[in-house]
């Protein structure tokens, strides 16, 4: 069965919109653009529909990217997210930005255990490590927000060879430092659009979808905001 989904992701400094048809033909449009997503994720959302010649009511779901990541970069890409559902009628798909960017440094080198750290400014991260097993990521950890140094003490825990994703890498080189484990770079700062549509299809195939009025952002630094996920992510 064919599906199709628009991506949009702006929970990070990068701005990206994707858009699959017939579960994988790809077209996407990927900017780095601090503090302009609302300047371009519009029009690329726009440019896409109209290469392929379609629009949002041809769609099967949306999907964005719920955090964590920049409080307005999140905002944005769920209003937006919410305001083309709403008018097309269609369901939302929500996926973690953490996730989608452990999906990016597996495509990008094939290692199927990533670290994934953001910078969260104010000297602590968004931190969360993932394992790709039968396609899905899972984890045993919390999304978690904390000061880059306690990183060592749940690292302890993991073993072997580790990609790593996201900006809290490079903010934080000591990061790369922990004892017992390889680690190699996933090539992957930011999320992407393209990778979130890889996750939103297997969610929406196994009925992992919201109605408009119930999705949430995923801040972490409250921790009204701070849930632990569920085995499978």
Request: glycine share 8%; net charge negative.
């Amino acid at each position: 069965m064919s599906t199709r989904i628009l991506a949009i992701d702006t929970a990070t400094e990068a701005c990206s919109v994707a858009l699959m048809l017939d579960n994988d033909l790809l077209l996407e449009r990927f900017i780095f653009a601090p503090r302009k997503h609302t300047q371009y994720v519009l029009p690329m959302v726009d440019d896409l529909l109209a290469e392929a010649n379609i629009t949002l009511k041809n769609l099967d779901a949306l999907a964005f990217s719920s955090g964590p990541g920049s409080f307005t970069g999140i905002r944005i890409g769920i209003g937006i997210a919410q305001g083309l559902a709403l008018g097309a009628n269609l369901p939302l798909i929500s996926v973690s930005t953490l996730v989608a960017l452990a999906e990016g440094a597996w495509r990008q080198t094939g290692i199927y255990q990533v670290l994934t750290a953001i910078d969260a400014r104010m000297g602590e991260v968004y931190w969360a490590p993932y394992q790709r097993q039968a396609g899905v990521w899972l984890t045993k950890e919390r999304e978690a927000i904390m000061a880059p140094e306690a990183l060592s003490t749940l690292s302890k825990n993991l073993s072997g060879c580790w990609a790593t994703a996201g900006t809290g890498w490079q903010t934080y080189p000591n990061l790369l430092h922990h004892e017992g484990l390889t680690l190699i770079s996933g090539n992957t700062l930011f999320s992407n659009a393209r990778d979130i549509l890889s996750i939103a299809l297997h969610y929406y195939h196994h009925g992992s979808i919201q109605p408009v009025t119930l999705v949430e952002p995923t801040y972490l630094h409250d921790k009204v905001a701070w849930k632990k996920l569920s085995d499978r992510v």
